[in-house]
């Protein structure tokens, strides 16, 4: 860990953690999404959530931003507890999901505008609207229809509108996917002045190389349990003791795993060892 | 609230404005306005012909609602209410829910905006499209009769706000029951599973049943139209109706009607109750919604996007698509394999066959129910013994329908280039895909016949005729839209560019028609008899379709997969 990091941690551990989530559970039917997960995300820290297909994020996502209610467990954004005080809470977070779909019929000046009332963050508008415009290479589009965009320009409009309102904590569901090489670096960069900042930032993905680069904890999912949380070291200390009592792997990747090679012996690890919470299959869409 | 109404009005006025850009846009509102423009002219006309017939009596009466009396008004008010509760329920017990764009649900479900807002903002959109059926139906039974009585519409503005109240509450009291039961899949209670199958059952059971009893009304109302003569039956469901036991029952659908009577009696202190007691239902109604606010956003979710993949693959004439979801909705089971027909254009027969099979029922019965429509309009605008009128409808009505037989062509063409590289003749590969297509047009077909013979019209000679013409002119038809197909594979999103294009592809397929019909009155000048006659048609209709056919190969040897 270099210098920079060791110092965000500390401070980050000295805070009280921005979004912080608690036995997490979320029953459909017979059907068990999440399964007692916790975890917290500090101000000025980047949390990877990663798992396979079907391991939960996406609901995890959806729970923390209020659409889906839990079964059981405690989300808090900023100290607002969201089942009690849910419009509090919701000022502080911005989601950014996977698809973008903004609407097609309002202008990128409009949708700006309409987040913003929506945010009730009016003042400043033009000027705060206007410098992401800059930022994500949109102002010559200020006037298009979303429906006249690209599918990667309405991705840029749908990140711009949550940097809009100085959200504290920022959920991202795949982030990266739909953005070319230069919107997708633009982003990271933005992701980590969020963290500059001081905000948490919460990023689900499948994109490993991502993670490597930004995230300063990871949460591991498997059919809605938790399987691994920590720092990338503690996470690969972990996976390379496992790596040299599971795998048959060459030597290198038993002294010095891949992250690919941690995910991989963490999920397995947590199939041959049962942890498939309830053993219900996978959903659809997560 | 306040972002609600900026996004509304903004793409409200956004819509507005991409119609100079897109002049096509026009095309169904100028098509709409002109329809209520020629209605406005005919009440006007009505009006001002001196044809005012003041001190009509408000009776209802199978007399008066066969000639068109204030009787006949509120009829046709309980009627489009029952209609509206029966169909309240059905959707109650069902799955539906209230739907929300994926926009809504990426912008909207996060926002910190209350809940109940949200859903108010889509309750309001709800609302206000029901003013058209609250307004507009009354509106065009009764205009004739308020023109006659020397008023305007206006005097009907009680009875459609009556209208509209009772169709508010339905719609509460529904969406209620919906986010009531679509929030209740939390938790692991094993009697849940029972219960949903039960309520299913039960569904089924009330649809199926409300069906019948409106397909009978429907029956019976068209009946009594075409035989005035006997009308026993027809006064003895509206005694039914009109008796004191069922307007008790039915009281908020008969305070609804009942406050048309204020436009020929002005206002009593009962109107002022019955209004009172509406607005009291749909204000109550809200309520009960707002009570199950705290889950909805969960509850729509699932259903929204079900629902936007549906609409997105039926306006694509997706069929795949729509055969997956329903597939994973549980609506399709995997049926027994059917042996092998043999190599080649057989195996897609086969193949074409296998899925005949995994058709579930519902579409059976759907077929069914629209191989009923041209008899109903037969018996509507047709004389009883006219054939050449019923087969004019049953000619119109399959062409209109044909575009529901090419769904296996268009999904064909999505995966044209595995078709393509198949062992298989381009021609005999169009054939064997249209085959089965053209076998269920036929079927439909003769079904309508059946129905129109079971009412009693349809038995005359040229009738007979049209039976042996038939299959033939189903497969000219298929094999005309299949070239239109072949031209424009894919369904554009644009309704009014689909419109254009099926436009010339009704016209296309009526010129197709062109040469049997003048042989049809060639030979029925020469007295040839019914048999002869169908045959003559037949073979002519045969020659059109082997040259839609040649083209439709041309057309897919050189249709681009990439395309």
Redesign the interface.
């Known amino acids: 860990m270099s210098l920079p990091d060791a110092l965000r941690s500390e401070a980050a551990a000295a805070d009280p953690p921005l979004l912080v989530v608690q036995g997490l559970t979320k ?4 059907f068990t999404a999440l399964s007692d997960v916790s975890f917290s995300v500090a101000a000025g820290e980047i949390v990877g959530l990663l798992g396979p297909n079907g391991a939960g994020k996406t609901t995890t996502l ?1 729970c923390i ?5 839990p ?1 059981a467990g405690r989300v808090s954004v900023g100290g607002y507890d969201l089942a009690g005080q ?3 809470a ?2 502080l ?1 911005a ?1 950014v ?1 996977e ?1 973008p ?7 990128v000046w ?1 949708h700006l ?3 913003a ?4 963050t009016t003042d400043g508008f033009d000027e705060r609207a206007n410098a992401l415009l800059e930022r994500f290479v949109l102002t010559e589009k200020r006037n298009a ?1 979303v429906g006249t965009l690209s599918k990667g320009m309405r991705q840029k409009l ?1 990140i711009a ?1 949550a940097f809009l309102h100085r959200a504290r904590v920022f959920l991202f569901d795949e982030p990266l996917i739909g953005l070319d090489p230069q919107g997708g670096r633009e982003l990271r960069e933005r992701i980590a002045e969020a963290r500059n900042e001081g905000a948490a930032v919460l990023v689900s993905t499948h994109m490993l190389d991502t993670v490597e680069r930004l995230c300063d904890r990871i949460v591991i999912l498997r059919h809605g349990v938790k399987i691994a949380e920590g720092t990338l070291d503690e996470i690969r200390e972990r996976a390379a003791r496992s790596i040299s009592t599971w795998s048959s792997g060459d030597s290198a990747a038993r002294t010095d795993p891949s992250l690919e090679d941690v995910f991989l012996t963490l999920t397995n690890e947590a199939t041959a060892a049962g942890g498939d919470g309830d053993g219900s299959p996978p959903r659809d869409g997560e | 609230m306040r972002a609600l109404l900026y996004l509304t009005i903004r793409r409200f006025l956004n819509s507005i404005k991409q119609i100079p850009r897109q002049p096509r846009l026009l095309v169904p509102y100028l098509l709409m306005g002109l329809f209520l423009l020629m209605q406005g002219v005919a009440f006007f006309a009505l009006h001002n012909a001196g044809a005012a017939r003041p001190g009509l009596s408000p009776a209802f009466t199978p007399n008066e609602f066969l000639t068109g009396g204030p009787g006949a008004l509120i009829a046709a008010v309980r009627g489009i209410l029952l209609l509206s509760l029966l169909t309240s329920i059905v959707q109650a017990m069902g799955e539906g829910s209230l739907f929300f764009t994926q926009s809504d649900m990426d912008f909207l479900f996060p926002a910190p905006l209350s809940r109940r807002a949200v859903l108010l903002f889509k309750m309001l959109g709800r609302y206000l499209a029901l003013i058209f059926p609250a307004a507009y139906l009354p509106l065009l039974v009764g205009t004739s009769l308020l023109a006659r009585a020397g008023t305007t519409p206006l005097a009907y503005l009680p009875g459609i706000f009556g209208t509209w109240l009772f169709m508010i509450t339905a719609a509460n009291l529904t969406q209620a029951a919906l986010l009531a039961r679509g929030t209740s899949d939390d938790g692991e209670d094993p009697a849940d599973e029972a219960r949903a199958k039960r309520r299913e059952r039960a569904r089924r059971v009330i649809s199926g049943a409300t069906t019948v009893l409106l397909l009978g009304i429907l029956g019976l109302v068209f009946y009594a139209m075409g035989n005035r003569e006997n009308r026993g039956l027809l006064e003895e469901v509206l005694r039914v109706v009109n008796s004191r036991t069922a307007t008790l029952l039915l009281a908020p659908v008969a305070w609804a009607s009942d406050l048309y009577r204020v436009a020929f009696e002005g206002w009593t202190l009962a109107d002022a109750g019955r209004l009172l007691g509406l607005l009291a239902l749909a204000v109550g109604s809200l309520g009960l919604l707002f009570s199950r606010e705290r889950d909805f956003y969960e509850g729509v979710m699932d259903f929204s996007q079900k629902q936007a993949r549906m609409v997105s693959a039926m306006r694509q004439g997706d069929a795949g698509s729509i055969l997956s979801q329903m597939a994973q909705d549980g609506k399709l089971s995997a049926g027994r394999t059917l042996r092998d027909f043999g190599m080649g254009a057989r195996a897609i027969l086969w193949k074409d066959a296998v899925s005949l099979t995994r058709t579930p029922l519902r579409s059976w019965l759907t077929l069914l129910f629209l191989a009923s429509f041209p008899a109903f309009f037969s018996l509507i605008f047709g004389k009883r013994q006219n054939d050449i009128g019923l087969v004019f409808w049953l000619v119109m009505f399959t062409v209109q329908t044909s575009s529901l037989f090419l769904l296996g062509l268009r999904d064909m063409l999505r995966r044209a280039d595995i078709t393509k590289a198949l062992p298989v003749s381009p021609g005999k590969l169009l054939l064997a895909e249209l085959a089965f297509s053209a076998l269920q047009m036929t079927i439909l077909g003769w079904l309508s016949m059946g129905i129109m013979w079971l009412l009693g019209s349809g038995r005359g000679p040229v009738f007979a005729a049209a039976l042996v013409v038939f299959p033939s002119v189903a497969a000219l038809i298929l094999f005309v839209q299949t070239c239109f197909v072949l031209v424009y594979p894919v369904a554009n999103q644009d309704a009014a560019q689909n419109g254009i294009s099926g436009l010339l592809s009704l016209l296309a397929s009526m010129l197709a028609l062109l040469p049997g019909v003048i042989a049809g009155i060639l030979l029925s000048l020469a007295n040839a008899p019914p048999v002869l006659l169908g045959l003559g048609v037949a073979v002519v209709n045969a020659v059109a379709a082997a040259c839609a056919f040649a083209v439709a190969t041309f057309l897919w040897q050189r249709f681009d997969p990439t395309s």
């Open positions: 029953r459909y039917r017979k959806r931003s209020g659409i889906v209610r079964t849910e419009q509090d919701k000022r977070l989601f999901p698809q779909n903004p609407y097609e019929m309002l202008t409009e505008r309409f987040v009332h929506a945010y009730g229809l749908t509108c």
